[in-house]
């Protein structure tokens, strides 16, 4: 029985300014890999407005879907207002904001003070489990602390992903534990940098696996060796490699992606 593969991008950021002179090609050449949805993360109020302007336009064999969020880079310009502001945005526009976030914790660069992102970090959680829509977490260097507030403030009936995963066995199992998918990213591609990553991908269990972009960002290999900015059709080569680790075909795998995004957004059509 053959296998239409149909590819879900689970974290972009196609509402940058990169794609500004040829967003329409970039969209066919993603339909033409096999996308036919495509998840927008928004990370300021700034772009979850500019996601939802796309998300509403009409894509001819694409859909484009939406998250609202912010990221902890810019914790320090949350409020209670901009918090509002989404969850009044997510029940306006319910058909194209299926997801909260990127939201999280990141203390390796620390544009936002480490209190200020925890704070607005726990409102996030908040705000997306009152709303009960699933959520899209970042986590870069902290320490646990991220693993920490989500084992603490657990919710059973909460849906989520690590966005671009980078972490450890134990860490990855703690995240399963708690329901949570695992978002794979071309960096599992990648020769030296994506090398535990290959070995943690085989351990996944395969209904709890998203692959992503992250785009413009994050170029798989072999093409980013010759184009610097990512865009959805390169997803594929995400699918491509995890098939090959997995030791497994490409059609199914695909499907179950597809299948596991979708459940992941509550999206069926």
């Known amino acids: 029985m053959g296998f239409k593969i149909r590819l879900f991008d689970s974290h972009s950021h196609i509402d940058d300014k990169s794609y500004n002179d040829d967003f329409k090609e970039m969209l066919q050449r993603a339909l033409d890999a096999g996308v036919e949805a495509i998840m927008v993360a928004g990370v300021t109020p700034e772009t979850v407005a500019s996601a939802l302007h796309l998300a509403e336009q009409k894509h001819e064999g694409l859909h484009l879907f939406i998250s609202v969020g912010m990221h902890p880079h810019d914790a320090q310009y949350c409020s209670d207002d901009i918090i509002d502001d989404y969850k009044l945005l997510a029940r306006l526009h319910p058909s194209a904001v299926r997801a909260w976030g990127e939201t999280g914790l990141d203390f390796n660069r620390m544009h936002s003070p480490r209190d200020i992102q925890e704070k607005w970090f726990i409102r996030q959680i908040e705000a997306a489990d009152e709303l009960m829509l699933p959520m899209i977490f970042h986590e870069r260097d902290s320490d646990g602390r991220l693993l920490q507030i989500l084992e603490s403030m657990n919710h059973r009936e909460r849906r989520g992903v690590v966005h671009c ?43 709890r696996i ?33 098939a090959e680790v997995r030791d497994t075909a490409v059609e199914p795998l695909s499907e179950s992606l597809w299948r596991n995004t979708c459940s992941l957004y509550d999206i069926y059509y």
Not at 166 to 176: A, D, I, K, N, V
Not at 184 to 200: A, C, S
Not at 216 to 230: C, D, G, M, S
């Open 165 to 207: 995963f980078s972490g450890t066995e134990q860490e990855m199992f703690r995240y399963l534990d708690l329901g949570y998918y695992i978002g794979i990213t071309g960096i599992l591609t990648v020769k030296q940098r994506g090398e535990l990553l290959r070995e943690l991908a085989v351990l996944i269990p395969e209904d």
């Open 210 to 242: 998203v692959i992503e972009t992250d785009a413009p960002y994050l170029t798989p290999a072999p093409v980013k060796n010759r184009i610097r900015r990512n865009e959805p059709a390169f997803v594929r080569h995400v699918l491509n490699k995890l």
